[in-house]
């Protein structure tokens, strides 16, 4: 038997240790910077308070943590543990029903969460982890026989399960991990973590770090689920060690890992079957001569990692298979037959196993606990633990991976029981049968459902309702309709070896030809070899969230085209596809390029802009500041990015100049631009200052004849905690540009050489737009507005005299609304935003009683695919007119909504300062109400760091509208996560603050009542 380490202490222990000896111990890397091991612990003495002083709160209480991907998380996992309890992570992208489920089976004392997370049904105390007015408290000092935290893992019965898992097991895996991966143990060795907190492999990638073996980079979501861009994250940061199953490790092959090598020393993987000739690949690349490939086995139940083999370049050449390898300290392995007796070298039996690792059992499963942690008769006393897994040891004592005794299968890692999936189906529709199988493929693989049903179901329906119940990596891409029944065996159990040999793929040859035969080939590639119809969608295929990274990867080297990664898990078609790269191509080449010079005519947003910053004293109004809270920032290399970013995007040197009565752009070479560094970290308070600071900056009008038309300012307020202030002129950018402009630096920052894709200057732009024939444009607007719209007057008086004095409200809309919405919207076949229109319209004809409605709409205004990465002013405002019935039903209204808004889109090129010359008495807008959703989450890939893109939870920080308005009302929608931001400007010189507060009150309960009014389907009532 391997021999057992003796476990005397627990990791709080060996924390609180740590933190005396080396307190300034990078021990977090996140998206905000870094965090030393002295800091983290004070924050998390500060949750461990909260918890302790809840009412009824008492040892080994579980704790539920619905937490962002960032510090917060490893801080809440050692509060709960500092106040005595057991954590439970929870994650944030699971259905609200297994939420719900997961928390009211483990009877949590308490959720730890924070903004922007979903809501649960949950009536306990909720704690916001942001909450750091609150006094610590002394240690809890736990046992080894304590409860440490509980994971769920897939269910046999249709139910996850709770493993128990106590303070000894884990302080073992601790130290026994220690001499194989982290024999270095200092700041200076850095690991990634990329799996989600949900993964029992974080908990020993936390607690290692925790105890001081290495720094822990977290990586947002986006960036571990773009390889090419994980990458360059480990090139960038020099890191050390990366934790990966499989199937990533093949996709981060793929996309330049070699870069990697000079500071790479160690890949630890596992969770999937390693294969040789993955290895063999691996070490084919001389760079990687020293480097250790670490194989890790082990299921929840056995604390994380049980058996572990080390393989070096010098082993490859005397391999046959990867072995599981040999037992980690404090375990010991058996292979036992059907009667559970102890089987020789070679023969093949179960894996189970024992020792000082193992789990409690399972949370509420007595009889599920009972079957699989049994008696240990071989030593005579104590339990072994049955894996499922077939194995036997070779000759040379390494423990070999043979199969599955039951039909758990592991997809992206984690353990799947199939009958779960199978039962959360049937509880979908009853009446249906359902079998669901795993069909391996060499990067990940495809989960496939069979239904047995008289008529074939609506398949598009089923898999929504799944996506409602189940896991991401649990829901099936694909779905096959078997007829009335489902084969079974001469005993009446599904027959899945039968099932399989339906999978023959009998469906039409992809017609490959040209260019469209190379995509289609790639296609197949990802799919596993699949030749399908082109018409049939990616998922509907089997795809996957493996098969789909690969896919907008290759995409992107091999043809140079962007596809998001939402795209194609919108379930996105070969045919689509290709029609896509076609379009791109097609664009690219016809778009007329600007006659060549430094000296072009500006475009119509440009005039306008221009002419509306030399009215009065209020030209810094289009001035356009982007404020970030970041991490630690390196201001030499702020600066050499955004001089990167002025050679790329030739509108960062523009100017605009009056001649011969023309306005022109004139675009400049060789300039440099404003660029301050403040360090306010002695101030007293450097948060004030730094707003002060932003503000009066923001309001510092520009010479628009003089290039650069921005300024970037640094206020340094610690080491780890900067802000970012770039101020722009609108006529450089709007907020699709500036999300464009953020991803870029984004990259660059990161790796100086990066390769971006090609992008088409501003000026071609302005170039389409004064040659375009925009007459038919011309006719829409004209029965859009015929008869001329009224005002929509709104039902107060303004007590100011200055008509562009203004103000702003602000409130959030929760996530459980927010779902609400994106629900209705996928049930309507609408957008979020047409649903959140159709509400304000309502609310603007309940205030004025007018049925009439006539209000603005920003639009990006970007007319080719071409222009999609060019930074400038697109943006267009344009009218959107509804005619509100008094018996109006919810159904019509979005119907309408949704449909002016499609046909909106495609006439939205017009100026509107041309159209409003022609059409509109007077020559103003045809509006005073504007509404404006401000997404361009879609434009960006989401590299959060060090600048996040999305604006959202930024807007507490900084009031973008400078006390002044443009219009009487503006409904300003920021998607935020989970969640919206609403911000509602208003003029004073028509609305008083307390309305606008009511009004935007009264608009989020309306929502509430609307969507929850139509979630009912009551849609053939009226509102």
């Not at 060996?14 to 080396?22: K, P, S």
């Not at 084919?284 to 083999?309: I, K």
Request: negative net charge; contains cysteine; glycine residues 6%.
């Amino acid at each position: 038997m391997t021999p057992i380490i003796p476990v005397s202490d627990t990791v709080v222990h060996r924390i609180a240790e740590a933190c005396v000896r080396i307190p300034d111990h990078p021990v977090i890397i996140d998206h905000r910077g870094s965090v030393k091991l002295s800091q983290l612990w004070q924050a998390a003495t500060v949750l461990a308070g909260q918890l302790s002083r809840l009412p009824g709160f008492t040892r080994e209480d579980r704790i539920g943590l619905l937490l962002p991907r960032d510090r917060s998380m490893p801080s809440a996992m050692l509060a709960c543990m500092l106040a005595g309890g057991a954590f439970l992570p929870l994650d944030p992208s699971w259905p609200t029903e297994r939420l719900n489920l997961i928390l009211e089976d483990a009877g949590c004392r308490a959720l730890v969460t924070t903004a922007g997370m979903p809501d649960p049904a949950w009536s306990g105390p909720r704690i916001d982890i942001a909450d750091t007015g609150q006094r610590p408290t002394a240690m809890v000092q736990p046992t080894p026989a304590d409860l440490a935290y509980v994971i769920y893992t897939s269910g046999s019965t249709g139910r996850p399960k709770g493993v128990l898992m106590e303070h000894g097991p884990l302080a073992n895996l601790v130290t026994a991990v220690k001499g194989i991966l982290y024999r270095e143990a200092n700041a200076d060795y850095k690991e990634i973590l990329s799996a989600p907190f949900v993964f029992d492999v974080v908990v020993q990638q936390v607690f290692s770090a925790l105890t001081g073996a290495c720094s822990l980079h977290i990586v947002p979501d986006e960036l571990r689920q773009d390889p090419a861009a994980l990458v360059s994250y480990i090139e960038h940061h020099q890191i050390s060690q990366i934790n990966v199953v499989v199937s990533h490790l093949a996709l981060l092959l793929e996309n330049g890992l070699i870069r990697t090598a000079p500071w790479l020393r160690r890949i630890v993987t596992g969770g999937e079957a390693l294969p040789l000739p993955l290895v063999r690949r691996l070490f084919a690349e001389p760079a990687f001569a020293h480097l250790e490939l670490v194989n890790m086995y082990g299921p929840a139940e056995n604390c994380v990692d049980s058996t572990c083999f080390v393989i070096k370049a010098d082993m490859i050449a005397t391999l046959d298979r990867i072995p599981l390898g040999r037992a980690l300290p404090g375990t010991e392995v058996l292979i036992l037959g059907e009667k559970e007796e102890i089987l020789p070298s070679g023969a093949t039996g179960e894996i189970y196993l024992t020792g000082i690792a193992l789990a409690r059992g399972y949370l509420n499963r007595p009889e599920t606990t009972a079957r699989t942690f049994v008696y240990n008769h071989h030593a005579g006393s104590g339990v072994m633990y049955r894996t499922g897994d077939l194995g036997c040891f070779s000759a040379n004592g390494m423990l070999e991976f043979r199969g599955r005794r039951d039909n758990q299968v592991k997809i992206a890692g984690q353990r799947v029981e199939l009958e779960e999936i199978e039962e959360r189906l049937k509880s979908i529709n009853g009446l249906y049968q359902f079998a669901a199988l795993y069909q391996q493929r060499e990067h990940g693989g495809r989960l496939i459902a069979f239904v047995a049903a008289d008529a074939p179901p609506d398949f598009t329906r089923l898999r929504a309702q799944a996506i409602q119940l189940l896991p991401s990596y649990m829901v099936p891409g694909t779905f096959v309709h078997l007829g009335p029944a489902l084969p079974l065996t001469h005993n009446g159990k599904v027959d899945r070896e039968m099932l399989i040999s339906l999978l023959t793929d009998s469906g039409p040859e992809v017609v490959q030809q040209g260019a469209s035969g190379t995509v289609a080939h790639l296609w197949q590639e990802v799919l596993g070899g699949v030749k399908a119809d082109p018409h049939v969608g990616f998922l509907a295929l089997g795809g996957d969230s493996i098969a789909a990274i690969r896919l907008v990867a290759a995409m992107r080297s091999r043809f140079q085209s962007e596809v998001s990664l939402e795209a194609v898990l919108s379930n996105i078609t070969l045919a689509e596809l290709e029609q896509q790269l076609m379009e791109q191509r097609t664009i690219s080449a016809e778009l007329a390029c600007a006659p060549p010079g430094d000296d072009y005519i500006a475009s119509s947003a440009q005039k306008r802009l221009w002419y509306l910053t030399q009215l009065g004293d209020n030209s810094h109004l289009y001035n356009v500041p982007v404020y970030r809270e970041t991490g630690e920032l390196d201001p030499a290399r702020v600066h050499a990015t955004m001089h990167q970013l002025m050679a790329r995007h030739p509108a960062l040197r523009t100017s605009l100049v009056l001649r011969d009565n023309q306005l022109r752009q004139l675009i400049h070479d060789d300039i440099d631009f404003p660029f301050a560094v403040d360090d306010l970290s002695a101030a007293t308070d450097s948060e004030a200052q730094a707003r002060l600071i932003a503000a009066e900056e923001s309001r510092r009008p520009f010479e628009l004849a003089h290039a650069p038309l921005f300024r970037l300012r640094l206020l340094r307020l610690a080491q780890d905690r900067w802000h970012f202030l770039l101020v722009l002129h609108h006529c450089q950018a709007d907020g699709w540009a500036i999300s464009v402009l953020l991803e870029e630096f984004n990259q660059l920052y990161h790796n100086p050489n990066a390769k971006l894709a090609a992008v088409r200057p501003y000026v071609d732009f302005a170039h389409w737009e004064q040659t375009r024939d925009g007459s038919d444009d011309m006719r829409f607007w004209q029965d859009v507005l015929t008869p001329p719209p009224l005002p929509i007057v709104l039902p107060s008086s303004g007590i100011s005299n200055d008509s562009a004095s203004g103000g702003q409200v602000r409130l959030t809309v929760k996530p459980k609304l927010k779902q609400l919405i994106d629900s209705i919207a996928q049930h309507h076949a609408v957008t979020p935003a047409v649903i959140v229109l159709s509400h304000y319209l309502i609310l603007l004809n309940r205030l004025t009683l007018q049925h009439d409605l006539c209000v603005g709409m920003g639009v990006a205004n970007r007319p080719h695919g071409a222009f999609d990465r060019c930074l400038g002013c697109f943006v267009n405002v344009v009218p959107i007119r509804i005619k509100l019935a008094e018996d109006a039903a919810l159904t019509s209204i979005y119907e309408q909504v949704g449909r002016q808004m499609r046909e909106t889109l495609l006439h939205q090129s017009l100026p509107l300062d041309t159209m409003a010359a022609q059409l509109v008495p007077g020559g103003g807008p045809p509006f005073n109400i504007l509404f404006a959703w401000q997404s361009y989450e879609k434009v960006a890939n989401g590299q959060q760091s060090p600048l996040p893109v999305v604006i959202g939870d930024q807007l507490e920080r900084f009031d973008f509208s400078f006390g002044q308005a443009k219009f009487d009302l503006s409904l300003n929608v920021y998607p935020n996560g989970e969640a919206l931001e609403l911000a509602l400007e208003y003029s004073t010189a028509t609305v008083v603050p307390a309305q606008a507060q009511r009004w935007l009150h009264a608009f989020l309960d309306l929502m509430d009542r609307l969507a929850t009014h139509d979630h009912q389907e009551k849609t053939h009532e009226t509102v």
